[in-house]
């Protein structure tokens, strides 16, 4: 009989990595399985042209949480965040380039509003309070809708959160949870550059109509992160984004975890209703006291464990998890730097060092979300882009650079029966074309360049019809809802079976928090038997 391990995770994405460290800490015999030949799943950084290396699908930090950071060693284990310098955020001929020095941004913004600036800040300081809720219900497992004392208790820890808000900010909160992101703009904010900033804000973490109720959830990414004491900060991460996932991994070794690449997980055993261990495409078979996915809840229930072992109803729901985040990402190898149409920034090289951001307005980013969900392609997609080569030098020869585009709303399903293999090189064209209305020499620095449909986003990093997050963040799929009731606690319904990534509580983003969640759930059950 082979050897039994205390915990397999399946998956050695960020979150299971995090996972791995804390059972590994906690003296558990552990093993993470992954798929590809290197650890990170979409927190990865990958050469796309020889010496020209790029985080491939995320690109930046801001919601890792700091007790990941310290628990698991991370800086000691070569983890280093870079500022960015400022934003740069392009809408149709026009721009606002923010640096962080108040003077300068109320200018920039009084070219278009004399009230906005102060709106912006009056803004984002109602957010930051009311997604306090939001940030310390992250570490704290959700309670079950059946639940016991245990499980009000936490309710009412959460209350007393909320109870601390004033009358005003409740109102706020409750707006935020269940209005939609276009009312909410309309009432903050006066001119159409401003309204369209924040509905593009909103737009990057949502695939929703701007007038859904609930669409502005995505606003509370503004308030949840904190790096070094800043709140809402944003950083890059020297050696790119897979520097989060080499220092998890290079921890989870140190305290005895085993990582295997290169190992793709083709079924989770499961016998008298528990799972006892997994069977690899090569038809290895490895035993543990439990099991740890990492996968999202599509993939582990409906792809990795055979149906029979779960209730109908249980398998119909998770059937019905809206997933997608109409997602591209385009990778580009530059000859040199591109340059800037706009002469007042052209000898400015801090736009270069900032996230960039090109968006239609506000009307034509629900066009945009109108045009997706009918399987056809944005006229006027919302780009988020970064050079990072001009922050860390290790990605690209000297004098040569890379530069990462996350492009949206780009669907899964497309329209006419179209097949993204077939479409993509010409819509990647399309989206370089577009950047170049902002940089016109763009396409004649372009050297190498990688492709990542949302097609691709499914099958080289296991997302399943290309979501991210691994299930939208709509309020149905939420909190003691994540991603079913009946496993929103990391449990499963399968004994022995949890799960630690994206699916779970409290969601998407490079948090941790899944990964630091589940492994105290596992820790807890198995000191029990």
Sequence with gaps: MSEIYDAIIVGGGHNGLTAAGYLGRAGLRTLVLERRPIVGGAAVTEEIHPGFRVSTVSYVVSLLRAEVIEDLELHSHGFEMLELDGSLEVCGDDYVFRTGDQDHDRRQVERFS?????????????????????RNQMLREPPRLDGGLRDL??????????????PERRHRLAQMLTG????????????????SMYASACFSGNYASLEQPG???PFFHMAIGELEGEMGAWRLVKGGIGGISEAMASFARSVGVEVRTDAPVGEIRVEGGRAVGVQLENGEVLNGRCVVANTDPKRTFLKLIDRKHLSEDFARDIEQLRMGHASMK????????????????SDDPRWTRSDIVMFPDIDGLEANYTEAAAGRMPREPRLEISIPSTIDDTLAPPGRHVMSVLAKYYPYHLADGAHWDDIKENVADDIVSYMARVMPNLPEVVIGRQILSPLDLETIYGLTEADIFHGRHDLDQLFSLRPHPDAAQYRTPITSLYLCGSGAHPGGGITGAPGHNAARRVIADLKKR
């Design 215 to 217: 669409s502005a959830l």
């Design 153 to 166: 208790t936490a309710l009412g820890r959460m209350g007393l959160d909320i109870r601390k808000l004033s």
């Design 180 to 195: 939609s992101a276009r009312g909410i703009i309309e009432r903050w904010f006066d001119s159409t550059m401003v309204k």
């Design 114 to 134: 004399t009230t906005d600036y102060a709106a912006m800040g009056e803004f984002d300081a109602m957010v930051q309070e009311v997604g306090a809720v939001l």
């Design 330 to 345: 385009v990778n580009l190898a530059l000859d040199a730097l591109p340059d800037i149409r706009f002469g007042e920034l």
